[in-house]
């Protein structure tokens, strides 16, 4: 059974006995169903482009209808594109997510992530000496690798420490490194290019990320772009996550600084990238995705920042996809409703490039619902899971239907995830009556709750357990790399 079938043919009506024979037949890592060889098209796109701009929010991108024009350079591209109004990231922060999108894979199936505890034999968390990380798995295709070994040129110019080659995130690059601004790196690169045969890009900007209001260069242009409400509270630093004293002007300045570095990095940085492709006619020839690796906290729930919680604010990105001009597809400006994961962008990007997907992955290719052949799938589902703190398992996950979302907190110990559920292990959500997740229906719904816990197990496995796919080996991270990690928070 292929991924697809495996993932949309479940459903959420799926029997207890049935789903325990599945999650048995995913538990073990070898036993997972082979993914379907792609379907080719009759046209094939030549030159890809993945951009993910880092801490991006879904409702906080002008074009899903936020009241505030931040992104005028992606909304010119889903104008002329497919815009998925309900996709998710796997993981609340970088590393695991950006991992997931070049594999495929569900965090707890790659197990690339970063800790800074590790569990005892008494089953709690206690500190490491030296941070590490875990590398992409040396044995594990990645998305540039497939492209690559079906004569495709690829590059990658990436902002975020998190991807670094030394993490392994750079095989199957003919040139990968952190570069800053990326995108003029990539611009030089295209227009030296002597041969016109096929690409494949990867642009990784830093974004929106906290520190906000930080000293980029451009930036003064659109500090106050979105008002100023006077706050005295310095958010170049990062101690005011810390604070318990913030007002609400407090709490304005931060979503208005947001937004300002949003539209900062859309039109100063990726829109100088669009300009130059568009007056060198380059724009129409290229498939270009615009996603996000995760979202941002800004006080819903009095936290910040990412890689806390699953709540819609951290894992519910924009994802648009623009095909080539002589591609056939649904009409420019549509918007899809169905579910979709980061994870299907490994599977989709390889179909339009007819390339076959012989790999085993958890994502499923988006291309026929893009070209129109098929209709929306209401039992498509997404899996986001909270991979951070420590290196052996995951600490929760959240499973997304078309109208709810289970939340499960994994028990590992004394200590628990911070502001994931509070002292609770599973919550329910009602996405349609209630988008703000302010009602835990728990209690209310325990068949749809027992129904997406059979469906997340059947996909995950029970066990919270994360498969190290490179034999557990960590990498140290440099002194360059974790002070940029520092910078950004996630280092004390």
Same mark, same amino acid.
């Given at each position: 059974?292929?991924?697809? +079938? #495996?993932?949309?043919?479940?459903?959420?009506?799926?029997? *207890?006995?049935? $789903?325990? @024979?599945?999650?048995?037949? %995913? =538990?073990?890592?070898?036993?997972?169903?082979?993914?379907?060889?792609?379907?080719?098209?009759?046209?094939?796109?030549?030159?890809?482009?993945?951009?993910?701009?880092?801490?991006?929010?879904?409702?906080?991108? +002008? #074009?899903?209808?936020?009241?505030?024009?931040?992104?005028? *350079?992606?909304? $010119?591209? @889903?104008?002329?594109?497919? %815009? =998925?109004?309900?996709?998710?990231?796997?993981?609340?922060?970088?590393?695991?997510?950006?991992?997931?999108?070049?594999?495929?894979?569900?965090?707890?199936?790659?197990?690339?992530?970063?800790?800074?505890?590790?569990?005892?034999?008494?089953?709690?968390?206690?500190?490491?000496?030296?941070?590490? $990380?875990?590398?992409?798995?040396?044995?594990?295709?990645?998305?540039?690798?497939?492209?690559?070994?079906?004569?495709?040129?690829?590059?990658?110019?990436?902002?975020?420490?998190?991807?670094?080659?030394?993490?392994?995130?750079?095989?199957?690059?003919?040139?990968?490194?952190?570069a800053v601004p990326a995108e003029r790196f990539l611009r030089k690169h295209l227009k030296r290019r002597k041969q016109d045969g096929p690409i494949f890009a990867y642009l990784h900007l830093i974004g929106p990320h906290d520190p906000y209001d930080n000293e980029k260069g451009g930036f003064d242009a659109y500090r106050t772009r979105f008002g100023d409400p006077g706050s005295n509270v310095d958010f170049k630093k990062l101690d005011y996550k810390k604070r318990n004293d913030l007002e609400a002007r407090d709490?304005?300045?931060?979503?208005?600084?947001?937004?300002?570095?949003?539209?900062?990095?859309?039109?100063?940085?990726?829109?100088?990238?669009?300009?130059?492709?568009?007056?060198?006619?380059?724009?129409?020839?290229?498939?270009?995705?615009?996603?996000?690796?995760?979202?941002?906290?800004?006080?819903?729930?009095?936290?910040?920042?990412?890689?806390?919680?699953?709540?819609?604010?951290?894992?519910?990105?924009?994802?648009?996809?623009?095909?080539?001009?002589?591609?056939?597809?649904?009409?420019?400006?549509?918007?899809?409703?169905?579910?979709?994961?980061?994870?299907?962008?490994?599977?989709?990007?390889?179909?339009?490039?007819?390339?076959?997907?012989?790999?085993?992955?958890?994502?499923?290719?988006?291309?026929s619902l893009i070209r129109g052949e098929r209709e929306v799938d209401h039992h498509a589902i997404a899996i986001s899971e909270h991979a951070t703190h420590t290196r052996e398992q995951v600490l929760g996950a959240a499973i997304i239907s078309r109208d709810h979302k289970l939340i499960e907190a994994y028990d590992y110990g004394s200590a628990m995830p911070l502001r994931l559920l509070g002292s609770r292990r599973e919550a329910l959500f009602d996405l349609a009556a209630d988008p703000a997740e302010d009602v835990?229906?728990?209690?209310?719904?325990?068949?749809?709750?027992?129904?997406?816990?059979?469906?997340?197990?059947?996909?995950?496995?029970?066990?919270?357990?994360?498969?190290?796919?490179?034999?557990?080996?960590?990498?140290?991270?440099?002194?360059?790399?974790?002070?940029?990690?520092?910078?950004?928070?996630?280092?004390?």
């Amino acid at each position: 059974m292929g991924a697809t +079938s #495996a993932r949309r043919g479940l459903g959420l009506a799926v029997g *207890v006995a049935v $789903a325990v @024979a599945i999650a048995t037949l %995913r =538990f073990g890592w070898a036993s997972a169903p082979d993914v379907a060889s792609a379907r080719l098209a009759d046209v094939r796109a030549d030159k890809v482009m993945v951009i993910l701009v880092d801490t991006v929010r879904g409702d906080h991108v +002008s #074009a899903y209808g936020y009241e505030r024009e931040t992104s005028p *350079v992606i909304d $010119a591209i @889903a104008r002329d594109g497919i %815009r =998925f109004t309900r996709a998710y990231a796997q993981s609340n922060w970088t590393k695991p997510s950006v991992a997931s999108l070049f594999t495929g894979l569900y965090p707890r199936h790659h197990g690339v992530v970063i800790g800074s505890a590790a569990m005892n034999e008494a089953g709690e968390l206690e500190k490491v000496e030296k941070l590490g $990380a875990y590398p992409m798995p040396s044995d594990l295709p990645l998305l540039a690798e497939t492209f690559r070994e079906n004569g495709f040129e690829t590059v990658g110019f990436v902002e975020n420490s998190h991807v670094n080659e030394s993490q392994g995130f750079g095989r199957g690059f003919d040139d990968y490194r952190r570069a800053v601004p990326a995108e003029r790196f990539l611009r030089k690169h295209l227009k030296r290019r002597k041969q016109d045969g096929p690409i494949f890009a990867y642009l990784h900007l830093i974004g929106p990320h906290d520190p906000y209001d930080n000293e980029k260069g451009g930036f003064d242009a659109y500090r106050t772009r979105f008002g100023d409400p006077g706050s005295n509270v310095d958010f170049k630093k990062l101690d005011y996550k810390k604070r318990n004293d913030l007002e609400a002007r407090d709490i304005e300045q931060a979503v208005s600084l947001y937004d300002a570095e949003l539209a900062y990095y859309d039109q100063d940085r990726l829109g100088t990238l669009m300009e130059w492709m568009r007056e060198s006619g380059e724009y129409d020839d290229w498939l270009i995705v615009v996603t996000s690796d995760h979202g941002e906290e800004l006080y819903e729930r009095e936290s910040w920042a990412h890689g806390h919680t699953l709540y819609e604010e951290v894992v519910r990105v924009p994802m648009i996809l623009k095909l080539p001009k002589d591609m056939a597809g649904r009409a420019a400006g549509s918007a899809v409703d169905e579910v979709v994961e980061l994870v299907d962008l490994f599977p989709t990007l390889a179909e339009f490039a007819g390339i076959e997907v012989g790999t085993e992955i958890d994502g499923d290719s988006l291309a026929s619902l893009i070209r129109g052949e098929r209709e929306v799938d209401h039992h498509a589902i997404a899996i986001s899971e909270h991979a951070t703190h420590t290196r052996e398992q995951v600490l929760g996950a959240a499973i997304i239907s078309r109208d709810h979302k289970l939340i499960e907190a994994y028990d590992y110990g004394s200590a628990m995830p911070l502001r994931l559920l509070g002292s609770r292990r599973e919550a329910l959500f009602d996405l349609a009556a209630d988008p703000a997740e302010d009602v835990n229906r728990y209690e209310a719904k325990p068949s749809v709750v027992a129904s997406l816990r059979d469906t997340l197990h059947a996909r995950v496995g029970a066990s919270p357990a994360i498969t190290h796919r490179s034999t557990g080996e960590m990498v140290e991270l440099s002194d360059e790399e974790t002070e940029h990690l520092r910078a950004l928070g996630y280092i004390e």
